[in-house]
């Protein structure tokens, strides 16, 4: 074997790659195949292609306020098409479930008068908002996009890991992480059928043009920004190109009368549809924060006259929260009369006394999460703190056992990683993005891998430093379904060493049970009220999307 794989160690969770040492399971031989003769100079090089491309073309993200290359590691994720299957039907079994507990916690309440969820879980909820009751898009969606955390467990069965349904990132990095993979790994794209990735505006602008306000045929959609400075601003304008819609910041709109328009060079222009990438305490200074300047003042009020819909809907918050999740496989079973599909990680609710005794009697053995955090911000790995770290930690559970759950500690999948010039395993998780249009909910396949780059660790959030990979999704369909059918041709690079004579047989295959057998990215700085750009693009009312 190769230098690169020569020392590789599997890990302490499932390796998606090798079911044993040199051993590769069936959905990664075509990749073994192409990576084993490469010597670590000529895999390091394409590394290198792989970054600057990301650099050049300002594919970049915010981490403690200094901009970078958004980090794509070299060796793609590959999940079988049978595996895909259950994922895609389970993350949209939980889509329509939570669209109907949010159509009935902000309307009737039903699920609350019996009792499947206590009200006092709803009520005192960081993002249950009662400003938005009584508003109704008419198809109904609120969740017009989801992005749900998956993870492999020890046995390789995906579970999910929590619900983010308020404003989800990192879609823009599944569409580049494609684009570039194509280039630096043209020979694997050759040799395999890949679900392709690059419909998702199309169906992201399908799914927002469904849901204008009544008697609108042809409706203005935009894309809502904090601005610049925003850390996911790079995915705001990448959408709204691709779209084909503006990108605008709430100084760019203007609502009178319940109506939204838009300010251009010919003047004001309605606006229908707001996809907005602002949370909601930020997004209307009437009803949330008064101090925000990135809002629109008397949005929401226009929102609830059904003149303009906001996608997604405000409130949805109360859905991610993470005590909340506990109860999403009793909600599936209560509006869906379903079983759940993809299985919770194993969650203890603290308010319950003998539980959080339970639970502070082990904290060093379980992950202690906060119910609203975000970007893997105020996440305690019990094993991996200290003494007085889980003191603290302690003091203030038992202060608000309703700010915390704890999990069971997953070790979490792995899949090799290039870590300086050798391969290693890293732990990664998984969040594909669903559409929903209000007759369909469209699952993107793949979806964004993040790996977290240190040995040992299992944040793997980018704001906490993690990296991605591209998620290739194999398609069982006939070869029109391939990807690239006529890919780029691969960077210069040395020529192959270390090829093993002669052409021998791959080695004995290990089984890759499906997902039935057996976290949150980036959270936006919202509230952004120094500079910004001086200038902007003219505007003119003859463009628009077309629905």
């Avoid at 909601?280 to 009020?301: C, K, M, Q, T, Y």
């Avoid at 057996?518 to 003859?542: E, F, I, T």
Wanted: with cysteine; proline share 8%; net charge negative.
């Amino acid at each position: 074997m190769a230098d690169l794989f020569e020392d590789y160690r599997l890990g302490p969770g499932w390796d998606e790659m090798f079911g044993e040492p040199g051993m590769p399971r069936e959905t990664y031989e075509a990749l073994h195949a192409t990576l084993q003769p490469l010597s670590s100079v000529e895999l390091g090089i394409r590394a290198e292609v792989l970054a600057r491309a990301f650099l050049d073309q300002g594919i970049t993200f915010a981490l403690k306020g200094i901009e970078r290359p958004f980090p794509l590691d070299i060796v793609p994720r590959i999940i079988a098409a049978d595996q895909w299957r259950v994922v895609e039907a389970g993350v949209a079994q939980r889509v329509r479930t939570l669209e109907a507990f949010l159509a009935d916690i902000y309307g009737a309440g039903q699920v609350l008068a019996d009792g499947v969820v206590p009200r006092r879980i709803v009520v005192t909820s960081a993002h249950f908002h009662r400003e938005a009751a009584g508003v109704s898009p008419h198809n109904g969606v609120r969740i017009h996009v989801a992005g749900v955390d998956l993870v492999r467990d020890e046995q390789g069965t995906f579970r999910v890991l929590e619900d983010n349904v308020r404003v989800p990132s990192g879609v823009s990095y599944v569409m580049e992480n494609r684009r570039a993979m194509a280039h630096v790994l043209p020979e694997v794209f050759a040799a395999t059928r890949i679900l392709p990735v690059e419909s998702y505006p199309g169906q992201l602008l399908r799914a927002l043009c469904a849901a204008a306000p009544v008697g609108v045929s042809e409706p203005t959609v935009v894309v809502l920004t904090p601005g610049v400075h925003n850390s996911a601003y790079f995915e705001h304008a990448l959408l709204a190109r691709e779209m084909g819609v503006e990108l605008v910041e709430g100084r760019d709109l203007v609502c009178v009368g319940n109506e939204v328009a838009m300010r251009t060079t010919a003047g004001e222009q309605r606006v229908d549809v707001i996809y907005r990438r602002i949370d909601d305490e930020f997004l209307d200074p009437v009803h949330f924060r008064a101090d925000s300047v990135i809002g629109v003042a008397g949005l929401l009020n226009a929102a609830r006259a059904g003149r303009v819909t906001i996608a997604n809907a405000v409130g949805n918050g109360v859905a991610d929260d993470k005590l909340l999740y506990t109860y999403v496989p009793e909600l599936i079973r209560y509006y869906l009369d379903e079983e759940p599909i993809l299985p919770n990680v194993e969650t203890y609710r603290l308010e319950d006394p003998d539980v959080l005794d339970h639970v502070l009697e082990r904290l060093d053995h379980l992950v202690l999460k906060p119910v609203d955090g975000s970007g893997g911000v105020g996440i305690v790995i019990g094993s991996q703190a200290g003494d007085e770290e889980l003191a603290q930690l302690a003091e203030r559970i038992r202060h608000d056992p309703r700010g915390w759950i704890a999990q069971r500690e997953v070790a979490l999948s792995m899949v090799p990683t290039l870590v300086g010039n050798r391969l290693r395993a890293r732990h990664v998780d998984l969040r594909p993005f669903a559409v929903n249009d209000g007759e369909r909910v469209s699952v993107l396949p793949g979806g964004l891998t993040r790996v977290a780059l240190p040995e040992g660790a299992l944040v793997v959030n980018s704001s906490q430093g993690g990296g991605s990979k591209d998620t290739w999704v194999l398609a069982d369909a006939p070869a029109a379904a391939i990807t690239v059918t006529d890919p780029p041709a691969p960077p210069e690079a040395p020529a192959l060493v270390n090829s093993p004579p002669g052409t021998a047989a791959p080695p004995p295959r290990s089984p890759d049970p499906g997902p039935d057998s057996g976290p949150v990215a980036v959270q936006q700085q919202q509230q952004q009220q120094s500079s910004r750009l001086d200038g902007r693009l003219d505007r003119g009312l003859d463009r628009g999307p077309s629905c």
